[in-house]
Protein backbone atom coordinates (compact mmCIF):
# COMPACT_ATOMS: atom_id res chain seq x y z
CA UNK A 1 0.00 0.00 0.00
CA UNK A 2 0.78 3.59 -0.67
CA UNK A 3 1.59 5.98 2.15
CA UNK A 4 0.28 9.51 1.50
CA UNK A 5 1.75 12.33 4.19
CA UNK A 6 -0.70 15.18 3.96
CA UNK A 7 0.45 18.73 4.31
CA UNK A 8 -1.43 22.04 5.29
CA UNK A 9 0.09 25.19 4.59
CA UNK A 10 -1.04 29.09 5.77
CA UNK A 11 -2.48 29.46 2.15
CA UNK A 12 -4.90 27.02 3.01
CA UNK A 13 -4.18 24.59 0.31
CA UNK A 14 -2.57 20.85 1.12
CA UNK A 15 -0.29 18.65 -0.65
CA UNK A 16 0.45 15.07 -0.23
CA UNK A 17 3.94 13.83 -0.03
CA UNK A 18 3.76 9.97 -1.21
CA UNK A 19 5.75 7.25 -0.62
CA UNK A 20 4.99 4.29 -3.24
CA UNK A 21 4.73 0.84 -2.99
CA UNK A 22 5.34 -1.49 -6.09
CA UNK A 23 1.79 -1.55 -6.89
CA UNK A 24 1.95 2.72 -7.58
CA UNK A 25 2.23 3.00 -11.72
CA UNK A 26 4.75 5.03 -13.30
CA UNK A 27 4.21 7.27 -16.90
CA UNK A 28 7.16 6.97 -18.53
CA UNK A 29 6.08 9.50 -20.58
CA UNK A 30 5.22 12.06 -18.36
CA UNK A 31 7.45 11.29 -15.84
CA UNK A 32 4.20 11.04 -12.83
CA UNK A 33 3.95 8.17 -10.27
CA UNK A 34 0.05 6.96 -9.35
CA UNK A 35 -0.47 6.00 -5.49
CA UNK A 36 -1.95 2.26 -5.74
CA UNK A 37 -5.91 1.58 -5.99
CA UNK A 38 -5.49 0.99 -1.80
CA UNK A 39 -3.21 4.08 -0.40
CA UNK A 40 -3.27 4.71 3.76
CA UNK A 41 -2.76 8.26 4.51
CA UNK A 42 -1.82 9.54 7.61
CA UNK A 43 -2.79 12.47 9.72
CA UNK A 44 -2.42 16.19 8.22
CA UNK A 45 0.29 17.96 9.35
CA UNK A 46 1.61 21.77 9.05
CA UNK A 47 4.19 22.94 7.11
CA UNK A 48 6.19 25.98 6.88
CA UNK A 49 6.77 25.04 3.58
CA UNK A 50 5.66 27.62 0.65
CA UNK A 51 2.54 25.88 -1.26
CA UNK A 52 3.51 23.72 -4.57
CA UNK A 53 0.96 25.25 -6.72
CA UNK A 54 2.45 27.50 -9.10
CA UNK A 55 -1.24 29.59 -9.02
CA UNK A 56 -1.61 30.25 -5.17
CA UNK A 57 -2.71 33.96 -4.88
CA UNK A 58 -2.08 34.04 -1.21
CA UNK A 59 1.78 32.86 -1.68
CA UNK A 60 1.79 35.91 -4.76
CA UNK A 61 0.03 38.31 -2.01
CA UNK A 62 3.50 37.06 0.21
CA UNK A 63 1.30 36.29 3.28
CA UNK A 64 -0.55 39.29 4.37
CA UNK A 65 -3.31 40.83 2.27
CA UNK A 66 -6.72 42.99 2.35
CA UNK A 67 -9.63 41.29 0.88
CA UNK A 68 -11.45 42.63 -2.36
CA UNK A 69 -14.48 41.31 -0.86
CA UNK A 70 -14.84 42.65 2.35
CA UNK A 71 -12.29 45.03 2.56
CA UNK A 72 -10.68 43.03 5.75
CA UNK A 73 -6.95 44.12 5.58
CA UNK A 74 -6.05 41.91 8.89
CA UNK A 75 -5.53 38.64 6.38
CA UNK A 76 -2.56 36.40 7.26
CA UNK A 77 -4.13 33.26 5.78
CA UNK A 78 -5.60 31.75 2.16
CA UNK A 79 -8.96 32.45 3.37
CA UNK A 80 -10.41 35.96 4.46
CA UNK A 81 -11.31 35.97 8.45
CA UNK A 82 -13.27 39.19 8.02
CA UNK A 83 -16.09 38.81 10.49
CA UNK A 84 -19.18 40.99 9.60
CA UNK A 85 -23.12 41.50 11.50
CA UNK A 86 -25.44 38.93 9.50
CA UNK A 87 -29.15 39.77 9.47
CA UNK A 88 -30.29 35.95 8.70
CA UNK A 89 -34.16 36.64 8.11
CA UNK A 90 -33.23 39.21 5.23
CA UNK A 91 -30.03 37.14 4.10
CA UNK A 92 -27.88 39.91 3.70
CA UNK A 93 -25.20 42.31 6.00
CA UNK A 94 -26.89 44.18 9.47
CA UNK A 95 -27.07 47.91 8.80
CA UNK A 96 -25.14 50.12 11.09
CA UNK A 97 -26.68 50.71 14.72
CA UNK A 98 -28.84 47.52 14.57
CA UNK A 99 -28.56 44.62 17.00
CA UNK A 100 -27.10 41.39 14.89
CA UNK A 101 -28.67 37.77 15.15
CA UNK A 102 -25.69 36.35 13.99
CA UNK A 103 -22.40 36.65 12.78
CA UNK A 104 -20.89 35.50 9.73
CA UNK A 105 -17.17 35.23 8.21
CA UNK A 106 -16.55 36.57 4.67
CA UNK A 107 -14.20 33.34 3.96
CA UNK A 108 -13.16 34.69 0.37
CA UNK A 109 -10.00 33.17 -0.79
CA UNK A 110 -7.17 35.28 -1.75
CA UNK A 111 -7.53 36.04 -5.58
CA UNK A 112 -5.78 37.99 -7.78
CA UNK A 113 -8.40 41.27 -7.16
CA UNK A 114 -7.20 41.21 -3.30
CA UNK A 115 -4.42 43.97 -2.46
CA UNK A 116 -1.35 42.88 -0.97
CA UNK A 117 -0.61 44.87 2.22
CA UNK A 118 2.46 47.12 2.63
CA UNK A 119 5.31 45.32 5.03
CA UNK A 120 4.36 47.99 8.07
CA UNK A 121 0.38 46.40 8.49
CA UNK A 122 1.83 42.54 7.86
CA UNK A 123 3.97 43.18 10.92
CA UNK A 124 1.52 44.77 12.76
CA UNK A 125 -0.97 41.90 12.23
CA UNK A 126 1.84 38.59 12.76
CA UNK A 127 2.60 40.54 16.20
CA UNK A 128 -1.76 40.41 16.96
CA UNK A 129 -1.56 36.70 15.72
Not at 88 to 100: A, D, I, L, M, R
Not at 105 to 116: D, E, K, L, V
Request: proline share 8%; glycine share 8%; net charge neutral.
Amino acid sequence: MCHGHPHYHTCSHTSVKWLYCPEASFDLETGYETPCSNPIYSTPQPSNADCPLQNCHFKTLRGCWTCCVCGNNANTQGWCNGVKAADPSKGSWTPVGVEPRAWDTCGHGACHQCIRNGERICRDHRAVV
